[in-house]
């Protein structure tokens, strides 16, 4: 399949809520998921992980401290151990009881609230391929036939090589924090679907090239609306900001 064609399968929105709704409710929970959808938004960007146990979960950081009531890190628990864990208390007493979400959860909520997604896979150490496997076995039994299928993106382009080569019509977006001297040639790789990029310091001419590949580029974390409208302009697709609300009255 040409670049064009997935890239018309594709249908980004112009914005998507980071890990969720990002300031509106605790990341990476279905609390946060629910928000998104009152908030109006099409699409939510979440990251997974391993347990211990080979369960994709959802959650951002390596460790548990920042954003749950337990510590250590994360890939050092079981999936049970995982669910005793309150991951809404630290956000606000609005929304103690959250629980960290499994992504077959996650998957079932999306679809009640009608939200697309793009899938972060943040794999452990030496825990790629293995990640992408268990994601990609998930989304394979439990993401909906008849739904879009989501965009997965990871800055492990490991991870992305493994569900290229294993399940090939799966959307993958090339992640990386600024341009890497090897996008383009992993983007071939990996037969990217879409770019996704940190906008931190990205100029026109950066955008230009980001562009290049005739791919929807996907750029992180914008919570500024001057700053969307010029990167808009400049050709961003798609841009995924934590205050969603925000940009989507600037889009
Ligand atoms: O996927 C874009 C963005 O979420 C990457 O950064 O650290 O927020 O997962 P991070
Ligand atoms: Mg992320």
Request: net charge positive; charged share 25%; hydrophobic share 45%.
């Amino acid at each position: 399949m040409g670049a064009a064609m997935r890239q018309r399968s594709l249908h980004l929105p112009k914005v998507i809520g980071h890990r969720g709704a990002g300031r509106h409710a605790p990341e990476n929970t279905l609390a946060a998921f629910r928000m998104a959808a009152r908030l109006g938004l099409h699409w939510v960007e979440f990251d997974v992980r391993l347990s211990s146990d080979g369960i994709p979960v959802l959650f951002h950081d390596r460790t548990l401290q920042r954003t749950t009531n337990g510590r250590g890190a994360l890939a050092d628990r079981d999936y049970a151990s995982l669910r005793r864990l309150d991951a809404g208390g630290w956000f606000g007493p609005a929304f103690r009881g959250e629980r960290i979400p499994s992504l077959k959860e996650a998957i079932r909520t999306l679809d009640k609230l009608g939200l697309g997604a793009n899938i972060e896979i943040k794999p452990e150490e030496g825990r790629a391929a293995e990640t992408g496997r268990a994601v990609l076995a998930i989304l394979r039994n439990h993401w909906p036939v008849e739904k879009p299928r989501p965009l997965i993106s990871s800055f492990d382009w490991s991870a992305l090589a493994t569900i290229a080569a294993e399940a090939p019509g799966w959307p993958l977006g090339l992640l990386m924090t600024r341009p890497h001297r090897d996008w383009q040639a992993w983007a071939s790789r990996v037969r990217a679907a879409a770019i996704h990029c940190g906008a931190r310091g990205l100029d026109r001419r950066g955008v230009v090239a980001l562009k290049r590949p005739g791919l929807p580029l996907v750029l992180y974390t914008v919570n500024g609306t001057g700053r969307a409208r010029q990167l808009f302009a400049w050709g961003a697709d798609s841009l995924i900001s934590d205050v969603p609300d925000r940009l989507s009255a600037a889009a």
